[in-house]
């Protein structure tokens, strides 16, 4: 007889508002009583508490987390407070926690504790016991490679469905918890199938897995993007992908729940770094690392504006003759600035989903100037209205209507050409489109409307 | 002897590059060749050559599409795209493609073509023919209800391991193609617990499953919201999760490669309302269907930029006397918004994965306001000195200096308070704060400068 798998007696208690609350009178008040609360909570739960809770408070949660579970815990946590966390616990725990956990997993922690060491001492491959294992540290972030496991379910393309139902049984040492799909390898290890867990339990007993296996298995070598990955994923709906070698041989697998964890990790990232802000820092780090690593991107920010008002000091002398010119400008700023932004997001997910391609990307640019063009003559039309109406001026409404008109334009090229530029030559864009794109509609906008207002009305 | 799955036999090519372009020369020369073509592609992959077409040359796609794959090819079309693609289409062929889809993507198609459909006739219900499939019409989108599928694997807890296999072995009609987890039910449907097929496989053949089976099933009910359901796969690592009613009786299931599309198309969704963009439209849309649906945020967004005009205007006879002033205010105006723009990248983030609490509000207050105040001093400094250096004019480098802290101070405290408050009233903070914050150091900024100019150097 198996044993029953441990999950069914995971505990299971939820982080709700009321066991939240719970939790942080026995904090306050009880520490006595947060193991019992604790022994009660998910894993993922306790980890979610702990990322909820101020810094001074996680050290008295973490001494009473039940031994067993410390382990996913830790896995679960962001990697802010991960780094946080494995700095408080003692050497032992942090050893008994990379035993508990699959391969993955157990080579990010290893690396995290090499990156976060003062001492040069400290060393990944040090922390894990396993040869193969230590091979997971070589891989860069964000490949295949990193995404893998090692655990996987193989067999051979002459076994009956039957033997590989009985393998399954025997509860083998190398079975992973969730084997998900059997890869079907010769002796040499080289991947001639796949036969998801789904198709296995449907197959004849007799049948041979060569007979009843997916011949054209997806595959990814390890040093493919963790991008593409996420492709083959969402577009062909897998529950497992097997990483190959160079030559056909089976390295491992990535399973679908890293690849939504990470999915919604990417998400995060694009969205923060394109504010300058640190997607995986700790909600509550000190305030002076998060202002160390904010400062940067707010630097780089202010050549945008000093550009911007390197444009408007060229007019001086108008702006002083006509200081409604000052009051407008924000206008125009803020009308293109949002224009290109429409443009840009909608060029930056094309690029992402792979729809836009060399051979689209300039019937992709005429339509987008089209519609900068159609927006750019409704929101003129609008201002030069109000000018009319609120200063009484003519000339000044046609001023601005024309200026708007052309950074509208301006906008749209922009917001096209930008993030096509910045993916030709590898940048990410949905980091630093923004910058670029709003440094176009802000000189080139200043530029016309002031040039146009000099020209026209002075 | 059951029939091997289509699955295996699914074509397999992908629209690398080479068969892309291969693919547009058939599209011009010779349409002849491209029934061929087609045949060998991945119904995934003709459905992303669709998407990267212009739209003229769609309906010569979908005419050689062959007949088997069109459902699936159908199905994985982005919104926008299959609404053209359904116009498109011969009635009969539509409801080809629907019978062919599982209960989920049959019941989402037939609500597209009764959206897009001129005719009031037209309705949804008719277009399924089974009961069950018309009551999935009923769910809210971005409910779980939205998400499910009436295809399910079920069980009662008396039967053994065995029996179970063998039911899935006898491929029965109502089996989904992929069952994932084995749903445990009593006579009346009520759910006692879940069975992996991953834990199924491995567990003893002659234990019953109430026996083996997890007894604390994670459930949803229908009426509960998408991202909450995205939250429990995340967290707890599940392909399968169960949709109850109130009575807790089985409804159907929602399964993991559906939630990665949700997670995907979500943070696209986001981002592009966030710029007032519809993430689900044709990147082929005439332009002005696009301009029309871009119009309303930029009005919207006018309104910031009017209320800085107002500010400035009040000042108009301090920018006469020091024009200056009127090259420095986009400096101001930038700092600030990019300040801003960091703090509620990071407080939208915690509402999003739920970090962020009543209880945790305030201490997060006190440390963004802090760094927030800290990068407001850097950035001063900087100005400080590249003002008295350019202009010469100590006075105005304290002013801009001063001004810069205040504003950068208003950021932290517009970026905090704005999320929190558009979700307390239940608005999404992704897509509204950025033109609040905006606006608070929009007005905060010009009004403290120019107010501090006139009262220091006038």
Known sequence: MVEQSHYVNIPHRNLTDDAYIEILVALDATPEKLGALLADLHPADIADLIERLPRDHRRTVLANIPAEHLGDVVAELEEGVQEHVLQMLHPDDVKQVINDL????????????????????????????DHQQK??????PDTAGSLMQLEVAAALPTDRVEQVLAYMRSDAEDLPENPGTVFVVDKRRKLLGTMSINRLVK??????????????????????????????????????????????????RITIDDILDTVMDDAAWRQSAAAGVDSSEDLFAPAVVTARSRLPWLVVNLGTAIAAAAVISLFEDSIAKLTT?????????????????????????????????????????????AAGNMTGFVIALLMAVGVWLVFGNPMLALVIAMATVANHAIAAFGGWVTPLVLKRYNYDPAISTGVITTTFTDVGGFFVFLGLATLMLL
């Open 325 to 369: 010119l000052a009051v407008l400008m924000p206008i125009i700023a803020s009308s293109g600035g949002n224009a290109t932004t429409q443009t840009q997001t909608v060029i930056i997910r094309g690029l992402a989903t792979g729809s836009i391609t060399r051979q689209n990307a300039w019937a992709l640019f005429k339509k987008e100037f």
């Open 135 to 140: 091979k997971l540290l070589e891989f860069e």
């Open 203 to 252: 197959a004849p007993l007799k049948a041979k897995l060569e007979d009843v296996m997916r011949k054209t298995p997806l595959t990814v070598t390890p040093d493919q993007s963790s991008d593409d990955v996420v492709k083959v994923f969402e577009k062909y709906d897998i529950h497992n992908l097997a990483v190959v070698n160079k030559r056909g041989q089976l390295l491992g």
């Open 102 to 129: 699959e391969s993955d997993d157990a080579a990010d922690i290893a690396q995290v504790l090499e990156d976060i060491a003062d001492d040069e001492d400290v060393d990944a491959e040090d922390l894990l016991d």
